[in-house]
């Protein structure tokens, strides 16, 4: 749950954003600056599904591309707090960690994640949010039972960058008592964990190292896996051996870019439950472009986009809810 949001009106007011135009009056909008900061900024399909539901929008906003090192997140964030033109920022990777300290102030999943990946500006301030984890809870609701009491409490995480702050943030809130993060460089699982150690106090939330014999012990335990490290999106390789999988898991994978991954294959044929990470992708983005316009998209212009982004049949895409 996103803590401070606007609503359609205050957003528009706060950006100087005319109310919703005709379709005649688009190309006189005045445009509102957006840029995507990461570095190396590899062109992801963020960029093309963000810019298809913008357009469609009549916001004006219009998406630029700033590569910029970790050392110059912050002057390019100064950059976007004292330009009127701009509506704001998306942050990405490696920057979703070392944004927070450079708000003025934080969503209550940003703050809870320590992880942020859109700025809204207004006021010449900048708020920052973590909409991956409306993601992830999308994905979640998408494979575990619809009664909520019945979610498991125990998970294994795969990967310990942004996207996993965003996951372990989602996990503690929703009840679950045993999470193990395996990384590969582990001293990134740790810092990770010794974020949440205020929040994840009440339950067990430990760095573990990315080793066969760990996994196999903690899946063993876990019903439910979640796999954030990105292997898989180059296709043909799963995170773990096959053989390491127990039956009948739940598993979330979050690459976007295949409707069946590896993992979600061999997690699939042992009876699991199991879902890519594209129904995540679209709640996300549809809430980055609730914040940053006031107003939610069409889901069906961003599963196009996307579609069209992957080189895959519409069909082919998840839609949230499935
Ligand atoms: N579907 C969604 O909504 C959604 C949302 C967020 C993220 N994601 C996906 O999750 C992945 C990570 O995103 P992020 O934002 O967390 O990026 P990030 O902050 O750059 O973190 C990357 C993570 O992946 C791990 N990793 C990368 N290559 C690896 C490899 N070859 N072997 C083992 N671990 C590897 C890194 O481990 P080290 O620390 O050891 O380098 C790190 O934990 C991406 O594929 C992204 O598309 C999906």
Redesign the pocket.
């Known amino acids: 749950m996103i803590a401070w949001s606007l609503t359609p009106d205050e957003a528009r007011l706060r950006l100087s954003i005319p109310t919703k135009p005709s379709s005649s009056s688009v190309s006189e909008m005045p445009s509102a600056r957006l840029p995507i900061i990461g570095h190396p900024l590899t062109r992801?399909p963020l960029e093309g599904v963000l810019r298809a539901a913008l357009s469609e929008d009549g916001s004006g906003i219009e998406i630029e591309r700033w590569e910029r090192r970790p050392h110059l997140l912050a002057e390019a964030l100064r950059e976007v707090r004292a330009g009127a033109d701009f509506t704001g920022a998306i942050v990405a990777?490696?920057h979703?960690?070392k944004a927070p300290p450079l708000a003025d102030a934080l969503s209550e999943d940003a703050r809870v994640s320590g992880a942020v990946n859109v700025f809204v500006r207004a006021d010449e301030r900048l708020r920052g949010h973590n909409t991956?984890a409306d993601?992830?809870r999308a994905?979640l609701v998408s494979i575990l039972p619809r009664v909520k009491g019945k979610w498991p409490r125990n998970a294994v995480v795969l990967?310990?960058?942004?996207?996993?702050r965003?996951v372990v943030a989602v996990l503690i809130g929703s009840g679950f008592q045993h999470v193990a993060v395996l990384?590969?460089?582990l001293h990134?699982a740790e810092a990770l964990v010794a974020h949440f150690s205020r929040t994840a106090r009440h339950m067990e939330l430990r760095a573990r190292p990315?080793h066969d014999a760990i996994i196999e012990v903690e899946l063993a335990r876990a019903e439910l896996l979640i796999n954030?490290?990105?292997?898989g999106?180059d296709g043909g390789e799963s995170?773990i051996p096959a053989g390491l999988l127990p039956s009948d898991r739940y598993v979330l994978d979050?690459?976007?870019n295949h409707p069946i991954t590896p993992l979600m294959a061999a997690a699939q044929e042992l009876g699991g439950t199991v879902a890519n990470?594209?129904a995540?992708?679209l709640a996300?983005c549809t809430e980055t472009v609730r914040l940053l316009t006031g107003t939610a998209p069409q889901l069906e212009t961003l599963r196009g986009a996307l579609a069209t982004e992957l080189g895959l049949p519409e069909e082919a895409v998840a839609v949230v809810g499935d």
């Open positions: 992801t990777s490696p979703k960690e991956d993601g992830v994905g990967g310990a960058g942004g996207g996993a965003a990384n590969r460089h990134r990315w954030a490290s990105g292997i999106a995170p979050l690459v976007l990470g594209q995540a992708f996300a």
